[in-house]
């Protein structure tokens, strides 16, 4: 079966870091594909965070975690993650990774392997 997987989430205080994890089964995570982050908080609708385009050519930080969050891929492990920091309330949220074997330019456009999420919540 062709999926991908999220893990890492939890409950951290404000300021500090997880790492979200996204390891794909059934298929490599081949240079081409782009990959992303994506997140949605209740009542709200599903928000783009992070997404790298096919072979790194470009990268995409939605305004609200530009300069805290990192997207990263590790071909060896066919995983790519997201690291956090300096969390605030406000990232609290179910986080969806997903990988698409076409270029997908700041994270638009359909995306073919769709995780289920993986819970983050920021409290004190």
């Known amino acids: 079966q062709l999926q991908v997987v999220e893990s890492g989430g939890g409950l951290v205080q404000p300021g500090g870091s997880l790492r979200l994890s996204c390891a794909a089964s059934?298929?490599?995570?081949?240079?081409?594909?782009?990959v992303g982050w994506f997140r949605q908080a209740p009542g709200k609708e599903r928000e783009r965070v992070a997404c790298?385009?096919?072979?790194?050519?470009?990268?995409y930080y939605s305004d609200s975690v530009k300069g805290r969050f990192t997207i990263a891929r590790d071909r060896a492990k066919n995983t790519f993650y997201l690291e956090m920091s300096g969390l605030k309330p406000e990232d609290t949220a179910t986080y969806y990774c997903?990988?698409?074997?076409?270029?997908?330019?700041?994270?638009?456009?359909?995306?073919?392997?769709r995780g289920q999420g993986t819970q983050v919540t920021v409290s004190s």
């Open positions: 059934g298929f490599t995570l081949e240079f081409y594909y782009s």
């Open positions: 997903a990988a698409e074997p076409e270029r997908r330019l700041d994270c638009l456009g359909p995306w073919q392997h």
């Open positions: 790298l385009s096919s072979s790194d050519h470009n990268e």
